[in-house]
């Protein structure tokens, strides 16, 4: 059983060197544009509250947080939260991933509905995340004594697939936020029409890295059906 444990890593490998090519590519395409500085000469604050502002957004609070790339819209008090740089820079980097989290908080206003169904499982998926992995750790430890481990072990797996279910409604969201953050950027000329394939760049790499995760959970499935089949 643990050998088949440790041997089915090779089910990972491929989805591992994704995940890391995805980071990558999110790294130099950061990088790279938030060297340029964007020719409206705003900073991603102030293009966040000018789109913000376009869609009748005008309660949403913008503040600056510590971190890197740690932007978010948060839903629960309905502020856009911007790292510092993001909030302050004059770039392409910054004024696209300020708007891509307006994009969010415009599909909450919208009530999109994989956004509601992403946040409203979030509470289940935090308690499967932290579950499953312990579950069929257990379940394959006493599955070789009694029945008990073979229950836990698919309740494990069932868990596990709630998380994948998370990552696979979480792409639609991010792709959408992504489209009417150059929508937006565009309407407003937020940014030159030759800045827009920068932002696109960003905007992709950005979410490539979301497919990469569903990439890894699916791998990680795959893998833990091996050894179910193998028991």
């Not at 050998?3 to 990558?24: D, T």
């Not at 060297?35 to 913008?62: D, F, H, P, W, Y």
């Not at 960003?202 to 499935?221: D, E, F, G, P, S």
């Amino acid at each position: 059983m643990f050998l088949n444990y440790y041997s089915s890593m090779i089910i990972l490998i491929p989805a591992i060197i994704f995940a890391m090519f995805a980071q990558g590519a999110v790294k130099r395409n950061y990088e790279k544009y938030s060297k340029v500085r964007n020719k409206r000469n705003i900073s991603g604050a102030e293009a966040a509250r000018r789109v913000l502002n376009q869609n009748g957004l005008t309660e949403i609070q913008i503040n600056k947080i510590a971190g890197n790339l740690t932007d978010n819209y948060n839903p629960r008090n309905r502020t856009l939260n911007l790292s510092t740089k993001v909030y302050d820079d004059k770039t392409i980097s910054s004024v696209s991933i300020a708007c891509h989290e307006v994009g969010h908080a415009i599909q909450h206003a919208n009530n999109y509905i994989p956004l509601m169904i992403r946040n409203g499982i979030v509470p289940v998926v935090n308690l499967a995340s932290k579950a499953s992995w312990p579950l069929i750790f257990v379940g394959i430890i006493l599955s070789t004594r009694n029945e008990i481990g073979g229950l836990l072990f698919n309740i494990g797996v069932i868990t596990f697939i709630v998380v994948i279910l998370f990552h696979l409604i979480t792409l639609p969201v991010e792709l959408n936020a992504s489209n009417r953050a150059i929508n937006q950027m565009k309407e407003l000329y937020l940014i030159d029409e030759e800045e827009i394939g920068g932002s696109k760049k960003v905007l992709r790499a950005a979410a490539m890295t979301y497919v990469a995760a569903l990439a890894v959970a699916a791998a990680n499935l795959i893998r833990i059906l091996a050894i179910r089949g193998n028991r």
